[in-house]
């Protein structure tokens, strides 16, 4: 009796045993793989005398909160809000000046004034949207219209603009936010 319970003891921990290494081994030795994803590689080759800064391509301008106090009236402006389109690798044996037009949705009598888009929040009313150039010129939107030149130097460039509200009357608060597509134009 005393036999058989000492083999069953000894059976038991042998066999805890044998499965504690086996976990074990079973940690490094077992290889899972699971799909991760699609990752999408987006670019374009140019035949240009530079090349557009990947973060330039779809930024946004935050042009923050503005009181509709302050545009109250038609043609009452906010604050400009810089930004910048840089330009890489430029080769000015190729072109020696850049400039740059926008294209977006613009109200129906102002060409240079890009429309709000609507917001299920909500969307600003008598607001639109200007961009100027460097010189502070208010720019057409229609994509074919473009800023004023700037030199390009070799190497890296930095192209300024500015964004602002304007009232097109008495502004009602909302979201206030547009989007434009630009091109470069080297002269």
Do not use: W
Not at 46 to 66: H, K, P, R, W, Y
Not at 94 to 107: C, K, Q
Not at 143 to 162: E, H, R
């Amino acid at each position: 009796m005393k036999l058989k319970h000492v083999g069953m003891i000894v059976v038991s921990v042998l066999a805890m045993s044998s499965a504690a290494v086996s976990a074990a081994e079973g940690d490094e030795s077992v290889t899972t793989t699971v799909n991760g994803g699609v990752i999408h590689f987006k670019g374009e080759v140019v035949n240009a005398a530079c090349a557009i800064d990947s973060e330039s391509m779809n930024q946004t301008v935050e042009l923050g909160q503005v009181r509709s106090s302050r545009l109250a009236k038609a043609g009452d402006l906010s604050s400009a809000v810089g930004f910048n389109i840089k330009l890489n690798d430029c080769d000015t044996n190729v072109s020696s000046n850049a400039a740059v037009a926008f294209l977006g949705t613009t109200v129906t009598s102002n060409d240079d004034t890009l429309a709000l888009q609507s917001s299920a929040a909500g969307s600003a009313q008598n607001v639109g949207i200007q961009i100027l150039d460097r010189t502070g010129e208010v720019l057409i939107l229609d994509g074919a219209t473009f800023s004023a030149k700037t030199d390009l130097i070799d190497g890296t460039n930095i192209l300024p603009f500015q964004a602002r509200y304007i009232a097109l009357g008495q502004s009602v608060a909302g979201t206030a936010n547009a989007d434009a597509t630009f091109k470069v134009q080297y002269l």
